[in-house]
T-cell receptor, first 114, second 112 residues
Framework: DAGITQSPRYKITETGRQVTLMCHQT?????MFWYRQDLGHGLRLIYY???????DKGEVPDGYVVSRSKTENFPLTLESATRSQTSVYFC?????????????FGPGTRLTVT | GESVGLHLPTLSVQEGDNSIINCAYS??????FIWYKQESGKGPQFIID?????DKRQGQRVTVLLNKTVKHLSLQIAATQPGDSAVYFC???????????FGTGTRLLVSP
């Protein structure tokens, strides 16, 4: 049972480059989420998706793009990376079929923009 | 680990003590609350949740208390162990939404 995976786990990129962070879940959960985690800010929602082809902005969407062509994948793209996007990124999923709103988190991707 | 930092409130306890981690939430319309544990270098893990129509819920060694009057949530950990050392986050969900809003976290340090 693979659960929810993220790749790469670590990434160093240069300012201005495009970078895509991958997220894959094997549970067929309908909802998927992208968060960034920075010192002093906890987890902040970037984008989320209620189903394939349905996405919506979260608290801090600027500079990010998402897509969800398949239920199991939810890639996050930084179109032109900036140093302020240096962070740890977490993907999560949740299942509408249960009575809980628990989100299941991936292991995270540490991104450094130089 | 990369998930914690200098600005987090910290609770230091001795092994075997009971720990209480507090959280103030902001939205009186929130109908669901959840606690997560995050160990260094890992993603958050579910601990326990509670709905707004309850004021207490117990799990294994953990209890969550909800006081809607003062918009306060607490996580009690009984007989704290070194393996409980982590950052603990509370989160709230607003009625009608699937999104969670996370607090900034509290670091729990357990000394043997």
């Amino acid at each position: 049972d693979a659960g929810i995976t993220q790749s790469p786990r670590y990434k160093i990129t240069e300012t201005g480059r495009q970078v895509t962070l991958m997220c894959h879940q094997t549970w067929s959960h309908s909802y998927m989420f992208w968060y960034r985690q920075d010192l002093g800010h906890g987890l902040r929602l970037i984008y989320y998706s209620a189903a394939a082809d349905i996405t919506d902005k979260g608290e801090v969407p600027d500079g990010y793009v998402v897509s969800r062509s398949k239920t199991e994948n939810f890639p996050l793209t930084l179109e032109s990376a900036t140093r302020s996007q240096t962070s740890v990124y977490f993907c999560a999923s949740s299942d509408l079929r249960t009575v809980s709103y628990e989100q299941y988190f991936g292991p995270g991707t540490r991104l450094t923009v130089t | 680990g990369e998930s914690v930092g200098l600005h987090l409130p910290t609770l230091s306890v001795q092994e075997g003590d009971n720990s209480i981690i507090n959280c103030a939430y902001s939205n009186s319309a929130s109908d669901y609350f959840i606690w997560y544990k995050q160990e260094s270098g890992k993603g958050p893990q579910f601990i326990i949740d509670i709905r707004s129509n309850m004021d207490k819920r117990q799990g294994q060694r953990v209890t969550v208390l909800l006081n809607k009057t003062v918009k306060h949530l607490s996580l009690q950990i009984a007989a704290t162990q070194p393996g409980d050392s982590a950052v603990y986050f509370c989160a709230e969900k607003n009625t009608g939404f699937q999104k969670l809003v996370f607090g900034t976290g509290t670091r729990l340090l357990v000394s043997p």
